[in-house]
């Protein structure tokens, strides 16, 4: 079982969720292993340009890319823990996070891929595109799209 994470409120909803309904109830054999994917924004999407004066903000930008993404691994891993779920594996990979979790997936055959929904609307989905969305049509296994309840 793969699940696509980012550092949004959604996306750890989805992981607490997933643990509880796949792992905790089966005890120390649950029938999945758990592979948590992060995809890390690379750099060039977020420079866009290139500026004599950038030389020296690159590695700090990176250094703080870096810095975020373990933070989210770290965040996972705890979460994971505190529920009794001990034996997972984190995957960092630097890209789109569409293709990045469609790739991962792929490469290790997961049997289903879980996202948190970020319930954007028409406009925002738009312009920011749609990971579960994109994920649904283009990974090649099942997939389960993760909402949290209205409060």
């Known amino acids: 079982m793969a699940l696509g994470m980012d550092n949004s409120e959604p996306s750890f909803y989805a992981l607490q969720w997933t643990l509880d309904h796949f792992f905790v109830p089966f005890g120390q054999d649950p029938p999945f292993k758990l592979l948590i994917i992060h995809a890390q924004p690379p750099l060039a999407s977020v420079v866009g340009f290139t500026d004599p004066g ?8 990176e250094a703080d890319s870096k810095k975020r993404a373990q933070n989210v691994v770290e965040k996972a ?10 034996n997972v594996v984190v995957e960092v990979i630097e890209g789109d ?3 990045v979790i469609c790739d991962v997936v792929d ?8 996202v948190g929904s970020h319930n954007y609307g028409a406009m925002k989905r738009v312009l920011l595109g749609s990971v579960s969305d994109h994920c649904s049509h283009n990974a090649h296994c099942s997939m389960l799209i ?3 309840p209205k409060h």
């Open 107 to 114: 490469r290790h055959h997961a049997s289903i891929l879980v």
């Open 54 to 61: 950038l030389v020296d903000v690159i590695p700090l930008m």
């Open 77 to 86: 891993r705890e979460v994971c823990n505190n529920t009794g779920v001990n």
């Open 146 to 148: 993760v909402k949290q």
């Open 97 to 99: 996070a569409r293709n």
